[in-house]
């Protein structure tokens, strides 16, 4: 791992620099320095320039270390690695959702609010991912918390140990969705991405769907606590196969530890200023990750709004999954694993959405590009938002009164599936990985690169986009929506059992629909004909 090293103080280094940045600036007035995401460039936003110098002075674009020239097979293997690292904090997120009956029965719970934080304090943790550094070893490290975590839990003599391990847990599992998606970048050129940021976006994308199914069987034939070493189990998994193969793949890391191994270590921190000011110290990395986002929901009513529609959706989202368990159970005598089956719903509809809704998305945003001499706008990815933001009251509507009625348990099922359409299509799936966070650099030439790689190569997904298009700090945009999602997401369970006791199943998701339209509707109409001006006030926002 990274040590922090000090930057050569002014009376060391003035002297003996002098002459060399003269030839830097002669360089720089003469060319345009090219700034590609991987090639060495940090995720602080320090001096771009200052920073490409150094790579071509170190023609670190042909350096057989540089993670893009490594052997074929050695590349995808890591690849491979990272997404297996990838698929476990969504299973250790919702594999243990339809066996919140037996944790109930098992700690002698009886208060619906207990039960649901067994599950969602998962969540609150997970919003301080952006504590992690960029280290790919961190992947390793987190891995083997989780695994140690997810024992606890197995093993967890009371409610409290659970609760507390569940938290861990979420802390441990925001490495690798926050630190791997700079891999994809680190390991393949952009003509080379599209198939790996595809592999490395199973995880996210059939970890919900997959995780309460199995969770289901696996409580029903051998008990809830064997849902938590399974987990385990597959973290152990993953570090067999990951700690002896995977290597740092971050080029700023690897060229800096290239330079202290050097015969002058003086030196070599010499002939890399801008590397070492971005990476000599964790707590500056930190402080920008960490202030920033922050900075960006208060500063930016865009921001602000759309976030906090991500994060409404979000809640609903987790609200279902601590919610169907019991509802199926008592209503239509499902026992664990059968019960897990109903989670099919919510992932059917993420699936589905990814076939059709990217190619929907994709379709509008070009043709209305088409229509402005070729020229795309933030705004022009908004069309796609309103069509999910009308299907999720739909899907609320259908899976809320089809419960109430109590009529064929598919219905439900379909109602909820309606609502995990729209809610993909509208947003982003329940684990998304920052096209820009860590690694990519945030100049604003570079972000337009990367950003335009990015709708290539993703899943195409409104909000998520807009956000990226529109804000100069991309990642710091995305890390803000990621953060108000999770305390949602936490929050929304706790309160969801006693609302539906007290309006029904059908007025508590009809209360839900019509906050679903009035946060979902307006505010996006409004922002495709207003969003252009708005932005032009705001100096966060790219023009």
């Given at each position: 791992?990274?040590?922090?090293?000090s930057?050569?103080?002014?009376?060391?280094?003035?002297?003996?620099?002098?002459?060399?940045?003269?030839?830097?600036?002669?360089?720089?007035?003469?060319?345009?320095?090219?700034?590609?995401?991987?090639?060495?460039?940090?995720?602080?936003?320090?001096?771009?320039?200052?920073e490409?110098?150094?790579?071509?002075?170190?023609?670190?674009?042909?350096?057989?270390?540089?993670?893009?020239?490594?052997?074929?097979?050695q590349?995808?293997?890591?690849m491979?690695?990272?997404?297996?690292?990838?698929?476990?904090?969504?299973?250790?997120s919702?594999?243990m959702?339809?066996?919140?009956?037996?944790?109930?029965?098992?700690?002698?719970?009886?208060?619906?609010?207990?039960?649901?934080?067994?599950?969602?304090?998962?969540?609150?943790?997970?919003?301080?991912?952006?504590?992690?550094?960029?280290?790919?070893?961190?992947?390793?490290?987190?891995?083997?918390?989780?695994?140690?975590?997810?024992?606890?839990?197995?093993?967890?003599?009371?409610?409290?140990?659970?609760?507390?391990?569940?938290?861990?847990?979420?802390?441990?599992?925001?490495?690798?969705?926050?630190?791997?998606?700079?891999?994809?970048?680190?390991?393949f050129?952009?003509?080379?991405?599209?198939s790996?940021?595809?592999?490395?976006?199973?995880?996210?994308?059939?970890?919900?769907?997959?995780?309460?199914?199995?969770?289901?069987?696996?409580?029903?034939?051998?008990?809830?606590?064997?849902?938590?070493?399974?987990?385990a189990?597959?973290?152990?998994v993953a570090?067999?196969?990951?700690?002896?193969l995977?290597r740092?793949?971050?080029?700023?890391?690897?060229?800096?530890?290239?330079a202290?191994?050097?015969?002058?270590?003086?030196?070599?921190?010499?002939?890399?200023?801008?590397?070492?000011?971005?990476?000599?110290?964790?707590?500056?990395?930190?402080w920008?990750?960490?202030?920033?986002?922050?900075?960006?929901?208060?500063?930016?009513?865009?921001?602000?709004?759309?976030?906090?529609?991500?994060?409404?959706?979000?809640?609903?989202?987790?609200?279902?999954?601590?919610?169907?368990?019991?509802?199926?159970?008592?209503?239509?005598?499902?026992?664990?694993?059968?019960?897990?089956?109903?989670?099919?719903g919510?992932?059917?509809?993420?699936?589905?959405?990814?076939?059709?809704?990217?190619?929907?998305?994709?379709?509008?945003?070009?043709?209305?590009?088409?229509?402005?001499?070729?020229?795309?706008?933030?705004?022009?990815?908004?069309?796609?938002?309103?069509?999910?933001?009308?299907?999720i009251?739909?899907?609320?509507?259908?899976y809320?009164?089809?419960?109430?009625?109590?009529?064929?348990?598919?219905?439900?099922?379909?109602?909820?599936?309606i609502?995990?359409?729209?809610?993909?299509?509208?947003?982003?799936?329940?684990?998304?990985?920052?096209?820009?966070?860590?690694?990519?650099?945030?100049?604003?030439?570079?972000?337009?690169?990367?950003?335009?790689?990015?709708?290539?190569?993703?899943?195409?997904?409104?909000?998520?986009?807009?956000?990226?298009?529109?804000?100069?700090?991309?990642?710091s945009?995305?890390?803000?929506?990621?953060?108000?999602?999770?305390?949602?997401?936490?929050?929304?369970?706790?309160?969801?059992?006693?609302?539906?006791?007290?309006?029904?199943?059908?007025?508590?998701?009809?209360?839900l629909?019509?906050?679903?339209?009035?946060?979902?509707?307006?505010?996006?109409?409004?922002?495709?004909?207003?969003?252009?001006?708005?932005?032009?006030?705001?100096?966060?926002?790219?023009?």
């Amino acid at each position: 791992m990274q040590t922090s090293t000090s930057r050569p103080s002014p009376a060391e280094s003035t002297t003996a620099s002098v002459e060399h940045d003269h030839e830097k600036s002669d360089r720089l007035s003469d060319r345009t320095i090219p700034v590609a995401p991987g090639h060495g460039e940090s995720a602080i936003p320090e001096d771009k320039n200052e920073e490409a110098i150094e790579n071509l002075e170190d023609d670190w674009e042909n350096d057989p270390d540089n993670a893009r020239n490594w052997p074929t097979i050695q590349r995808w293997t890591s690849m491979s690695i990272v997404s297996f690292y990838t698929l476990v904090p969504p299973l250790a997120s919702s594999m243990m959702a339809p066996g919140l009956p037996e944790v109930a029965e098992t700690y002698h719970l009886t208060n619906p609010t207990i039960i649901a934080l067994t599950l969602s304090v998962f969540l609150i943790s997970f919003a301080l991912g952006a504590l992690w550094g960029f280290w790919l070893q961190i992947l390793h490290i987190a891995n083997i918390f989780t695994l140690v975590f997810s024992l606890g839990c197995a093993f967890s003599p009371n409610t409290g140990s659970l609760i507390a391990f569940r938290f861990m847990s979420g802390w441990s599992g925001a490495a690798p969705i926050a630190i791997g998606g700079g891999s994809v970048s680190d390991l393949f050129s952009e003509r080379d991405r599209a198939s790996a940021m595809a592999i490395f976006s199973l995880g996210p994308l059939l970890g919900p769907a997959l995780g309460p199914i199995a969770g289901g069987f696996i409580t029903q034939t051998v008990g809830i606590k064997w849902v938590f070493i399974v987990i385990a189990i597959t973290c152990g998994v993953a570090s067999l196969v990951g700690i002896p193969l995977l290597r740092e793949t971050y080029a700023p890391v690897i060229r800096l530890r290239k330079a202290k191994k050097s015969a002058d270590p003086e030196a070599a921190a010499r002939a890399h200023p801008a590397l070492l000011h971005a990476h000599g110290s964790k707590m500056h990395v930190l402080w920008v990750n960490l202030t920033r986002p922050i900075i960006m929901l208060c500063r930016s009513m865009i921001c602000f709004i759309l976030s906090l529609y991500m994060a409404f959706l979000y809640g609903i989202y987790y609200l279902m999954f601590s919610t169907f368990a019991n509802f199926f159970k008592t209503t239509y005598g499902f026992g664990p694993g059968i019960g897990g089956l109903a989670y099919i719903g919510l992932g059917g509809g993420f699936i589905l959405s990814t076939l059709i809704g990217a190619k929907f998305s994709d379709k509008v945003y070009n043709k209305l590009a088409q229509k402005n001499g070729g020229k795309g706008k933030p705004e022009m990815r908004i069309p796609a938002l309103f069509l999910g933001a009308l299907l999720i009251p739909v899907g609320l509507f259908w899976y809320g009164w089809s419960a109430q009625a109590k009529i064929h348990w598919i219905m439900p099922i379909i109602g909820s599936g309606i609502f995990g359409f729209g809610t993909y299509l509208s947003r982003l799936p329940p684990f998304f990985i920052s096209p820009v966070k860590p690694r990519a650099p945030l100049a604003p030439t570079a972000v337009d690169d990367i950003n335009s790689k990015f709708r290539r190569l993703s899943y195409t997904l409104p909000i998520q986009l807009y956000l990226v298009d529109a804000f100069t700090y991309a990642a710091s945009a995305t890390s803000a929506a990621s953060v108000f999602r999770s305390l949602l997401g936490f929050a929304f369970p706790l309160f969801g059992q006693q609302m539906f006791d007290k309006l029904g199943t059908g007025g508590g998701n009809s209360l839900l629909a019509g906050l679903a339209i009035v946060l979902g509707i307006p505010f996006p109409i409004w922002l495709y004909y207003k969003g252009e001006e708005m932005r032009a006030r705001n100096p966060l926002t790219r023009r």
